[in-house]
């Protein structure tokens, strides 16, 4: 009988899960530096925020699958706007966890991902992305939307399978750079549109009207959620 060679399956496995070598301070500096371009101008931001709306709806939808809600469908908008629809009860804490996750989401993954880059493990970091792009995908429902969820998930995974450690380390501390700190951005300007008498069915009101906590108070959160993870994981990136 023809014995069945396990090498292949074990070089995927040590090259998914293994470690890979910490970048040089200075390509740590300069992938910080290019998140930040790709953030702070308002021309740049236009375009780099539909990856942020794509984490942003994605934690929405998320929580609404561990809550136990039924996921109906997630959309992306050309004006970097998103909808997310779930069924389930409207009130109680299935809802509020679900309401809270789009604003957290971004940070929240940025953070996940300076831990795991912190481990080393640069290339996990990538397919567990590209996991995640692909069951988003299942649940988009317009064309858009599935052509930036398939376009940022086409270069997750064609970096993680084609390139060496260098360029996967550029790109992947670019990536977490950039959530972390275009996490930060939009609870500012969700805050420069209320005060303006904008966005009043924003995530922040409507935790406001199921909690009968001020909205106020929950845009506090978001705005320490990101700055801590902008805080916490700068810190792990940077080594200190």
Known sequence: MASIDFAPIGDLWDRVFGTQPAPDEWLVAVTAALALVAVVPRPLWRLSRNTITIAHEGGHGLIALVTGRRLDGIRLHSD?????????????????LTAAAGYTAPPLLGLGGAWLLAAHHITLLLWLATALLIAMLVMIRNAYGALTVVLTGAAFLLVSWLTGPAVQSAFAYTAV???????????FELQSKRRHGGAGDSDA?????????????WLFLFHAVSLCSLIGGGRWLLGL
Do not use: Y
């Not at 970097?80 to 509020?96: A, F, H, N, Q, Y």
């Not at 009101?205 to 108070?217: E, F, N, S, Y």
């Open 80 to 96: 970097t706007s998103g909808l997310t629809v779930s069924r389930g009860r409207p009130t109680g804490l299935g809802m509020i």
């Open 177 to 187: 750079w950039f959530l972390l700190i275009g996490g930060v951005r939009p609870a």
């Open 205 to 217: 009101d409507q935790l406001g009207r199921l909690t009968h906590v001020p909205p106020a108070l």
